[in-house]
């Protein structure tokens, strides 16, 4: 598949409902970087009138799965990837328009690359901000990856 926007976005309402319905779209994404967007709506809210914790996890986690996603269809390599952990600080209330970086790629491609050379699982840890359009960090995410070569 070719990785464009407007083609992950079409995935997402087919593969992952809920992340479209609530709003969650691809803005940016190259080899290195992904931005993911998200706007304060009725349909993912809490009660407390800002973003629903669950929805910015999903940005979030998206926003570091596309790029590993991207970079283990680059490997042409069979590859299996989990989240084994994640942890999560909200500093501010999420509203309006919120989106989720991930800056990683690099790392990413490095540790896909020592999964192949040694034939071993492996562990990376990406992150994710969720930063309103006034530029404040709303919340601020912790993926770790577990990943291993299929045989």
């Known amino acids: 598949m070719k990785f464009t926007p407007s083609k992950i976005n079409l995935f997402l309402l087919y593969k992952l409902p809920s992340a479209f319905l609530t709003g969650i779209r691809v803005e940016e994404m190259n080899e290195y ?24 996890g999903m940005a979030a986690e998206f926003s570091t799965g596309i790029l590993m996603v991207r970079a283990i269809d680059r490997s042409k390599k069979r590859i299996s990837m989990l989240v084994t952990n994640m942890d999560a600080s909200f500093i501010k209330k999420a509203t309006g328009l919120i989106k989720f970086e991930c800056n990683q790629g690099k790392l990413i491609d490095e540790t896909i690359q020592k999964a192949i050379d040694t034939g071993e699982g492996q562990v990376v840890v990406l992150s994710s901000e969720g930063v309103s359009k006034e530029g404040v960090v709303v919340s601020k995410f912790n993926f770790e990856w577990s990943i291993k070569v299929k045989s």
């Open 33 to 56: 970087k992904s931005v993911i967007k998200v706007k304060h709506r009725w349909i993912n809210q809490n009660p407390f009138k800002s973003m629903f914790w669950a929805v910015q």
